[in-house]
């Protein structure tokens, strides 16, 4: 398959990524030191990474080590325990479990002949041609743009796990304790648009922000807003407070579906095939939803995505 070297760029970076990891494999390192070989965010490589390959970086990692503990039990003399710790296990224990529940024998059996073990072989990155199917988008600038919003801290895991159901129950949350509606009535009528922030997961930080709101411009009722963020309360969860995004460039996905599944297909598709073909990155900016008053039929929603060229 013949691409553009720009398009490239994505791809060459993760395989750099998986060639310092085989490089420092018997180091003390996580996805965070490998995304900054590669120069970019760990939230960033971590998403990427695990779209493209289907694994987190630390799986692949993890799954590594224990194919090469296995050999070098199987070749050497070395022990139980030298292994444990020469692969990163604080405890012959620890080792033992997960080399157990990888293989599906334990390091002692690993150690004779006939010993049933698997094999992970090093990651190979290519480019794959298949289907021809099309995927639409638009380039966007925006801005810096003001929300109002309900604001609530979730776990970096949850947006690590595509079954995690958390940002849809606070969704639900929301609409059941009608905390949506009054924030709707502060905009003018065919403009009651919703959002769906998500801000960038930081390095060393243990949670991102999700905020479900309304933008802030001419068009919102502002003695209303000032009204509302002081009606609640943001410690018990009822509480609005403001958003601010920084001027960023958007690529722009329409989600057709009945429901949210259609986003999630929607950012695998960013990150196995947009950004691979484009030469764009995700920039370390707030991403969006916007769930539109009045939206062409069987849209779900747009996703806003901010990115820059690499």
Sequence with gaps: MHTRGVDRVAIQLIQQ???????HIYEDIGYEEVARSVHMSSYNFHRTFSFIAGMTPNEYIRNRRLTLAAQELQTTEISVIDA???YGYESPESFSKAFSRFHGSTPKQAKQKGAKLHLFNPLVIKIKMEGGSIMDYRMEHRDSQKFIALV???SNETSM????????DFWTECDKKNLIEPMKQL??????DLYGLCSPIIKDETHFN???GVAVDEDTDMAG???????????????????????????????FGPDGDCLGETWDKFFKEF??????????????????????????CELWVPVQKI
């Design 210 to 212: 999700y905020g479900i």
């Design 187 to 192: 905009r003018a009528a065919g403009k009651k």
């Design 17 to 23: 990524a998986v060639c310092y990891m085989e490089e």
């Design 161 to 168: 796990d595509d079954n995690d159901q958390s940002i849809p």
């Design 225 to 255: 807003v000032e009204k509302l963020m002081s009606s609640g309360n943001p410690t018990a969860g009822t509480g609005y407070s403001l958003w601010e995004t920084e001027p960023a460039d958007y690529a722009v996905f329409k989600c």
């Design 84 to 86: 444990a710790y020469k």
């Design 275 to 300: 950004i691979t073909q484009t030469g764009y990155m995700q920039t370390d900016d707030t991403d969006f939803e916007i769930y539109f008053e009045k939206g062409e039929s069987g849209l779900f």
């Design 152 to 154: 609530r801290a979730f």
